[in-house]
């Protein structure tokens, strides 16, 4: 059988850094994802032409018990420092396992490139976090590339007691030069400043661009936002589903130096634009089960600015 005839690997399953196990999404037109099962991680996705879409630290650790530093960090049961648990939770530094047996759910039958992680309580966890829950998270590389994640958390506890957490999938989007980003889908709205004591502000102004440090959780946004790399004529779509807020941040110079996982310079070429539920945390009672979803595409910025608003995509040509 030639090379063209091979069949195509869509799941594989491999060894990462440091001989993590890894699983490898990829589809017809040569798209490809990247999961670690340390975190439920997804830590790569490329284009059809190979281009990385996700920013991945050049000094990512691949060493448990800390956080990979890039990719799609999964902030559960508590975003950021809002809570009691270590900042973002403890799910992205948890080994999570194939699930071979997912409970059905409605899904495009033409994926053929998935892979479902589950992650349940540890005895360990529960000493911090006293709940039993069960959270799948499906991964899927679609035939035209888009990357989507499903969490799926269901409370499993036995003493009849509801909980309640916050979640965001991290996502670290590469950009070639920050300052030449926009972030369109987010004016006007309301948003709680992480750099001023989460104050509430009202954003002016039409699209968010970037010339300092910026850690922001904007509220009731809507289910599509667009990140649009000039430079490289790129935008991301982000499409969201049971995430009604959305953090952004980049941590500009200084931080970035403070950060021992973060190369000094790569501040300019990383943002991360979180579909997020923070505001008004999720509370579910035994039994009950919460879905959140969040749909990644990268797409000519021409195009889909033009989807956005028009009237800015002939401006900009
Ligand atoms: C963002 C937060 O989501 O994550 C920031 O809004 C935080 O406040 C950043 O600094 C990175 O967090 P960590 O724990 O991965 O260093």
Same mark, same amino acid.
């Given at each position: 059988m030639s090379t063209a005839q091979k069949e195509l690997v869509y799941v594989e399953h491999c060894k990462g850094v440091n001989g993590l196990d890894k699983v490898v999404l990829r589809e017809v037109r040569g798209c490809s994802a990247e999961v670690y099962l340390y975190g439920g991680h997804v830590t790569s996705w490329k284009n059809e032409h190979g281009e990385e879409l996700l920013f991945l630290s050049? #000094?990512?650790? /691949? *060493?448990?018990p800390k956080a990979i530093r890039g990719g799609i960090p999964i902030c559960f049961p508590? /975003? !950021? *420092?809002?809570? %009691?648990?270590e900042s973002h939770g403890f799910a992205r530094n948890r080994f999570w396992s194939i699930d071979n047996d997912p409970p059905p759910f %409605?899904?495009? !039958?033409? *994926? #053929?490139?998935f892979i479902d992680l589950i992650l349940k309580h540890s005895e360990e966890d529960v000493k911090v976090w006293p709940h039993r829950y069960e959270y799948r998270l499906r991964i899927t590389l679609g035939p035209g590339g888009d990357l989507m994640l499903t969490s799926r958390i269901r409370n499993m506890n036995t003493d009849g007691k509801p909980f309640s957490f916050t979640f965001a999938y991290h996502t670290y989007f590469a950009v070639t030069d920050i300052s030449e980003v926009r972030v369109e889908g987010l004016e006007t709205l309301d948003y709680l400043d992480n750099l001023k004591n989460r104050e509430r502000f009202t954003e002016q102004g039409d699209a968010i661009t970037f010339e300092s440090e910026i850690d922001r959780i904007y509220l009731s946004t809507p289910t599509k936002i667009a990140i649009l790399d000039h430079e490289r004529k790129r935008t991301f779509v982000l499409r969201k589903d049971g995430l009604p807020d959305a953090v952004v941040w980049n941590p500009w110079d200084k931080k970035a130096k403070a950060m %021992? =996982?973060?190369? =000094?310079?790569e501040y300019k070429h990383m943002l991360c634009v979180e579909a997020a539920c923070i505001e008004k945390p999720i509370t579910l009672k035994p039994g009950e089960e919460w879905k959140g979803r969040q749909e990644l595409s990268a797409v000519p910025s021409s195009y889909c600015s033009g989807q956005l608003d028009p009237k800015r995509a002939l401006q900009s040509g």
């Open positions: 050049s #000094k990512a650790n /691949f *060493n448990p508590q /975003f !950021s *420092n809002l809570g %009691p648990l %409605p899904i495009n !039958s033409s *994926n #053929k490139a %021992p =996982d973060f190369g =000094d310079d």
